[in-house]
């Protein structure tokens, strides 16, 4: 008997670190969920390297001025972007290192933070997030980014 297969649309995330802090941004429609910075492949994107999909994603939701150092893969997880229909996101988060300039956000996010490893417990976070926050806490608190 064949199995389901699930379908998943893939993400990359900027686990961007300044001074042992996270940037993180808040939806700004929706519930307002704070996540991190980054977004899917594209169409057309499938053979694209993902730092570039990720480089792309920061300059819409970031601005032309943000510049960060890309680094390797972190952690990765899913989350369900809207269950009713069995939509779910299998997402990648890559390190990065803040290396300077001005956040201007998209019309897509309300609001940026940097924020610590205790800190990460204060915000409402996307659904899904979690397995991804456990790696962030522990990275934040070894001194990594």
Avoid: N
Avoid at 41 to 70: K, M, N, S, T
Avoid at 74 to 92: C, I, S
């Amino acid at each position: 008997m064949p199995r389901a297969i699930q379908l998943f649309q893939v993400a990359i995330k900027a686990l961007i670190v300044h001074d042992g802090r996270l940037l993180v941004l808040r939806e700004s429609s929706g519930p307002g969920w704070w996540e991190l910075p980054g977004g899917r492949i594209d169409v057309g994107e499938e053979d694209a390297a993902h730092v570039d999909v990720l480089r792309r994603e920061l300059r819409e939701e970031l601005g032309p001025e943000f510049r960060c150092r890309i680094g390797a893969p972190l952690v990765t997880w899913a989350r369900p972007r809207d269950r009713q229909r069995g939509e779910f996101a299998f997402l990648v988060g890559l390190a990065c290192d803040y290396e300077g300039g001005a956040i201007e956000l998209s019309d897509e996010h309300s609001g940026a933070r940097w924020i610590d490893a205790a800190t990460t417990h204060e915000l409402a976070f996307a659904p899904g997030y979690e397995t991804a926050l456990s790696a962030i806490r522990g990275a934040l608190e070894q001194g990594r980014g």
